[in-house]
T-cell receptor
Framework: KAGVTQTPRYLIKTRGQQVTLSCSPI?????VSWYQQTPGQGLQFLFEYFSETQRNKGNFPGRFSGRQFSNSRSEMNVSTLELGDSALYLCASSSWTEAYNEQFFGPGTRLTVL | AQTVTQSQPEMSVQEAETVTLSCTYDTSENNYYLFWYKQPPSRQMILVIRQEAYKQQNATENRFSVNFQKAAKSFSLKISDSQLGDTAMYFCAFMKQRRGAQKLVFGQGTRLTINP
């Protein structure tokens, strides 16, 4: 089975722009979670989508949004970029067939805001 | 809210030695999972080991084992016979054991270096 894929792998934007990141989960997985990783704040949960619905949400401003499509692929959007949005954005997918579902992580998208 | 604390920002040991990484957490939940994830320089997050809070027996995976002390809210990772490939950031993480609760809460990480 192919793993979780994220595109693009690297992205450079300027302040004020917006950006869209994509995550394709492992085939059959219906849950996709997004995390932001920065040196200062560490790994923080952004949100989780399951069956096209946002099911869990972290403490991020409304500039961060996401969606999930019927094929379980997910996109994350950040509007009005700030310097502090520079980070590694990781997505993780899980199958959600049992009480415990391992989250499989993608390689991440490195976003740099200039 | 749950918090996870890793008090060792960096550790360094010689190859073949045993190393223990510390993690403490705070939660009011009774049922939850604890994890250790490894993030090598490639940045790919890899699950090392998982512990269910309701299990008293400590989890083991080959050279990796944990010491889970539920009352003390402590969850340490022991790596035996360390190898160069173990060099990575290690994150301790918490997740509620509740249907629909897919949120992982991570510690700040410990950078582990295995020296030849």
């Amino acid at each position: 089975k192919a793993g979780v894929t994220q595109t693009p792998r690297y992205l450079i934007k300027t302040r004020g722009q917006q950006v869209t990141l994509s995550c394709s989960p492992i085939s059959g997985h219906r849950s996709v979670s997004w995390y932001q990783q920065t040196p200062g704040q560490g790994l923080q949960f952004l949100f989780e989508y399951f069956s096209e619905t946002q099911r869990n949400k972290g403490n991020f401003p409304g500039r961060f949004s996401g969606r999930q499509f019927s094929n379980s692929r997910s996109e994350m959007n950040v509007s009005t970029l700030e310097l502090g949005d520079s980070a590694l954005y990781l997505c993780a997918s899980s199958s959600w067939t049992e009480a415990y579902n391992e989250q499989f992580f993608g390689p991440g998208t490195r976003l740099t805001v200039l | 809210a749950q918090t996870v604390t890793q008090s060792q920002p960096e550790m360094s040991v010689q190859e073949a030695e045993t190393v223990t990484l510390s993690c403490t957490y705070d939660t009011s939940e009774n049922n939850y999972y604890l994890f250790w994830y490894k993030q090598p320089p490639s940045r790919q997050m890899i699950l090392v080991i998982r512990q269910e809070a309701y299990k008293q027996q400590n989890a083991t995976e080959n050279r990796f084992s944990v010491n889970f002390q539920k009352a003390a809210k402590s969850f340490s990772l022991k790596i035996s016979d360390s190898q160069l490939g173990d060099t990575a950031m290690y994150f301790c993480a918490f997740m509620k054991q509740r249907r629909g609760a897919q949120k992982l809460v991570f510690g700040q990480g410990t950078r582990l270096t295995i020296n030849p």
